[in-house]
């Protein structure tokens, strides 16, 4: 295959950055878009040019690292991470845009990396079990009935990789913010927190500047592990609780 | 939002179908305006219901359209920089809602200074005598478009808006979903269909002097 890569370049954060026009050719389908991306790199990097930069770990799908807005879709156009999108979902001769996440809560870093560390943060302010740390508890000591396990898993699949606030017009965090939450709140491990921890996290969400959520549904379209949007009513009315809770007090 | 947004969807219901009374004639229409200003009596003074109503109502109007302010404001600052690669997104209610409740806005505006205070409205207009004023209205071409074009937007407004309402306040869910999306629709569609029938009604003859 023989395409037209129009990529986003930027120096660093503070510099101005564009599109950049390339040839790529000798692309084969069965390659991933990363790989692809390897192939312009090596020739940028014999030509003495700087490569493009950009985010990338597994490469299997499920650590949350790759990003890229392709032809303006978040992960480009099958439901699937960037690394695991193949090139056969593109045809022979294609212009393919790819752009970073764009959000002001994801600073630009260097072409097409973006500083996600606000998830991070949101994830600090109350991502956690108060555990005691040590082995392993026996796995029966706390019984989870099989219902709550899949509403737990189902939340507990997003990566963090942001694609929904890059996905969103509004450069809402819900969606992230949302799946972190329910996961623990329906577990019985969960519990002791289940108040402060949505409150804290919603409260460090809006205070790293992501948009507010108007139901769109751009983030569940987007998101590679398919979190429903249903969880963001989930975490709403699990924030509602815990105000009307904290206000009993 | 979704909060004031309910509260004036709930007047909106009970606006349209006080409404279609005009298809009943003049007497009735016109005794069920007076009883709007009579209702509560004796315990409510005269009127006093229908200006609880109004505070309410725009109360309502002012923290919805505040709450949108800082909302768009919080969500166009959110994404300083915007895709080079754009595509449409969303359904075509979702996208409007901004514009859509602008438009709104201008038109509630308008509304009053028609068929409230009677300030721009076409022919004389007579306090009184809703029934007389509304046919005033519809017997112009611009009266009909202006409220249909409203209505429309109306529709597409509480499509969205009843439906997010709900997932604001948390009462939707996966199994739920399909049956919130339906009540929005027909609430959407009822709505817009109720208002709109007094125009039409006019415009075919149906509602007129005699
Ligand atoms: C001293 C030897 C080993 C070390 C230090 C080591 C270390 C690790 C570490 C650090 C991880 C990542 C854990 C995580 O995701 O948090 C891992 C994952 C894994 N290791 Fe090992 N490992 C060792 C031996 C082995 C052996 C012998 C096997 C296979 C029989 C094995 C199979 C795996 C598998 C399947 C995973 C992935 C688990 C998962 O899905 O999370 N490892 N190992
Ligand atoms: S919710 Fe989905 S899109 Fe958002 S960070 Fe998690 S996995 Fe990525
Ligand atoms: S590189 Fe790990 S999910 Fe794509």
């Not at chain 1, 996440?101 to 500083?115: E, I």
Request: aromatic share 8%.
């Amino acid at each position: 295959m023989k395409l037209t890569l129009r990529v986003w370049r930027q120096k660093n954060a503070r510099a101005d950055g564009a599109m950049a026009t390339y040839e790529v050719d000798g692309v084969s389908p069965d390659m991933s878009f990363l790989e692809m991306l390897d192939v312009l790199n090596e020739r940028l990097a014999l030509d003495g040019e700087d490569p493009v930069a950009f985010d990338h770990d597994c490469r299997e799908g499920i650590c949350g690292a790759c990003s890229l807005v392709i032809n303006g879709d978040a992960h480009g156009p099958e439901r699937t991470t960037t690394c695991q999108l193949h090139m056969r979902s593109f045809r022979d001769g294609d212009t393919i845009d790819v752009e970073p996440w764009r959000a002001a809560a994801f600073p630009v870093v260097k072409d097409l990396v973006v500083d996600r560390s606000a998830l991070d943060r949101i994830i600090q302010a109350g991502g956690y079990v108060t555990a005691p740390t040590g082995s392993a508890p026996e796995a029966h000591a706390t019984p989870v009935p099989k219902p709550v396990a899949d509403q737990a898993f189902e939340h507990a699949e997003c990566i963090g990789c942001g694609a929904c606030v890059a996905a969103c017009p509004n450069g809402a965090a819900m969606l992230f913010t949302s799946a972190k939450v329910n996961h623990l709140n329906v577990l019985p491990q969960g519990a002791p927190e289940r108040e402060t921890r949505v409150l804290d996290m919603v409260a460090q969400m809006d205070g790293e500047g992501f948009g507010g959520c108007t139901l769109t549904g751009e983030c569940a379209t987007a998101c590679p592990k398919g979190i429903p949007l249903t969880s963001i009513t989930r975490m709403n009315r699990e924030w509602l609780r815990a105000t009307r809770k904290a206000s009993d007090r | 939002m979704a909060v004031s947004g309910l509260v004036m969807l709930l007047y909106l219901v009970v606006h349209m179908i006080g409404n279609l009374e005009i298809y009943f004639g003049a007497g009735e229409f016109n005794a069920y305006a007076h009883w709007l200003r009579t209702v509560g009596e004796p315990f409510m003074h005269d009127e006093w219901t229908l200006w609880l109503v109004r505070v309410v109502l725009v109360a309502a109007v002012v923290a919805h359209a505040v709450s949108a302010y800082q909302l768009s404001r919080r969500d166009i600052r959110a994404r300083p920089t915007p895709y080079v690669h754009r595509r449409r997104r969303a359904s075509y209610a979702t996208r409007t809602m901004r514009w859509g409740g602008i438009i709104l806005g201008l038109f509630v505006v308008w509304h009053l200074l028609d068929l409230t205070t009677g300030t721009v409205h076409a022919g004389g207009f007579q306090p009184g005598h809703p029934y007389q004023n509304v046919v005033d209205t519809f017997s112009t071409w611009y009266g009909d478009v202006v409220y249909i074009v409203a209505m429309l937007a109306l529709g597409l407004h509480v499509r969205h808006g009843f439906w997010s309402a709900a997932q604001t306040l948390g009462v939707g869910s996966g199994a739920r979903d399909r049956a919130l999306k339906t009540v929005a629709d027909v609430l959407a569609l009822l709505l817009t269909a109720g208002f709109i029938a007094v125009p039409v009604g006019v415009m075919t003859g149906v509602v007129s002097w005699r």
